[in-house]
C-alpha cells in the first residue's frame, strides 16, 4: 500500500501504523531479529523522506529506534540522514502553506465557463 499512497502529504499515520506493525512481528530466532531490524530500519529511512506531518515525529522515532541498537552505528546512519530529513521537513512546510488553504470537505464543482457541444467535442473557456 505504501507504494501507492507512501509519498502522500497525508500519508504519516500509514507509515507510522506500518512501523508499529513490523515492531510486533514476533520472531524466534537472532536471524529473524536481525532481519525484522534491518526491515525497520529501512522502512524509517524511507519514511523520513516524504514530506508529510509526522515527518518530525518520525525523525524522532527514528533517532531512538537506531540509539537503542546501537549508539556507535546510529551516529553514522544519523548524520547521514539528518539533511534528507531536513529537506524533507522543509518541502512539508512549503505544502502545507498550499494545503492549508484547502476546503477537504467541499465537493468539486463544474467551472462557470460557457460550453457549446459541436459533434461531440466540447468547447470551451476552460479546455
Same mark, same amino acid.
Given at each position: 500500500?505504501?507504494?501507492?499512497?507512501?509519498?502522500?502529504?497525508?500519508?504519516?499515520?500509514? =507509515?507510522?501504523? @506500518? %512501523? !508499529?506493525? +513490523?515492531?510486533? &512481528? *514476533?520472531? &524466534?530466532? *537472532?536471524?529473524?531479529?536481525?532481519? #525484522? &531490524?534491518?526491515? %525497520? #530500519?529501512?522502512? @524509517?529511512?524511507?519514511? %523520513?523522506?516524504? *514530506?508529510?506531518?509526522?515527518?518530525?515525529?518520525? =525523525?524522532?522515532?527514528?533517532?531512538?529506534?537506531?540509539?537503542?541498537?546501537?549508539?556507535?552505528? !546510529?551516529?553514522? +546512519?544519523?548524520?547521514?540522514?539528518?539533511?534528507?530529513?531536513?529537506?524533507?521537513?522543509?518541502?512539508? #512546510?512549503?505544502?502545507?502553506?498550499?494545503?492549508?488553504?484547502?476546503? =477537504?470537505?467541499?465537493? !468539486?464543482? *463544474?467551472?462557470?465557463?460557457? @460550453?457549446?457541444?459541436?459533434?461531440?467535442? =466540447?468547447?470551451?473557456?476552460?479546455?
Amino acid at each position: 500500500m505504501l507504494n501507492y499512497v507512501g509519498n502522500d502529504v497525508a500519508s504519516g499515520p500509514v =507509515w507510522m501504523e @506500518y %512501523i !508499529a506493525f +513490523l515492531k510486533s &512481528m *514476533p520472531v &524466534m530466532t *537472532p536471524q529473524e531479529e536481525s532481519h #525484522r &531490524m534491518t526491515t %525497520i #530500519r529501512k522502512v @524509517y529511512q524511507k519514511a %523520513i523522506l516524504v *514530506p508529510t506531518s509526522h515527518v518530525e515525529q518520525l =525523525w524522532k522515532d527514528y533517532d531512538n529506534f537506531e540509539n537503542s541498537v546501537s549508539r556507535t552505528l !546510529a551516529k553514522g +546512519l544519523l548524520s547521514e540522514y539528518q539533511p534528507k530529513f531536513n529537506s524533507a521537513k522543509a518541502v512539508y #512546510r512549503e505544502r502545507k502553506k498550499y494545503i492549508d488553504d484547502i476546503d =477537504w470537505n467541499m465537493l !468539486a464543482t *463544474p467551472s462557470t465557463g460557457s @460550453y457549446k457541444k459541436s459533434n461531440s467535442v =466540447w468547447h470551451g473557456k476552460d479546455f
